[in-house]
Nanobody, 124 residues
Framework: QVQLVESGGGLVQAGGSLRISCAAS????????MGWFRQAPGKEREFVAA????????SYADSVKGRFTISRDNAKNTVYLQMNSLKPEDMAVYYC?????????????????WGQGTQVIVSS
């Protein structure tokens, strides 16, 4: 229903910052809730952050609160994840997702469209 393409991943030193982006196709992008998930080798995919269709509500995993910020620009059909104070445990493939449900405990089931992922490497 919507195509998502992530970009901006790469190599960053521990303690540094990185902003990754997700560009969406389609004219109804502003009606979707958007989320970021990540998956590290040997671990299950985990929720990172989400933002409501209007941008008025956000949700973050406890592990990234105070360090990561999700935002969106509906005019550009783009959602962003600003990552500050990066830690080695943040190293993973980050996936962008779009969905229509919203709740306190969000997971993969709340999102129906997924991007291909962008890799974030944190050096120590």
């Amino acid at each position: 229903q919507v195509q998502l393409v992530e970009s901006g991943g790469g190599l960053v030193q521990a303690g540094g910052s990185l902003r990754i982006s997700c560009a969406a196709s389609g004219r109804r992008f502003s009606l979707y809730n958007m989320g970021w998930f990540r998956q590290a080798p040997g671990k299950e995919r985990e929720f990172v952050a989400a933002i409501s269709w209007s941008g008025s509500s956000t949700s973050y995993a406890d592990s990234v609160k105070g360090r990561f910020t999700i935002s969106r620009d509906n005019a550009k059909n783009t959602v962003y994840l600003q990552m500050n104070s990066l830690k080695p445990e943040d190293m993973a493939v980050y996936y962008c997702a779009a969905g229509t449900s919203w709740g306190t405990r969000m997971g993969s089931a709340d999102f129906g469209s997924w991007g291909q992922g962008t890799q974030v490497i944190v050096s120590s």
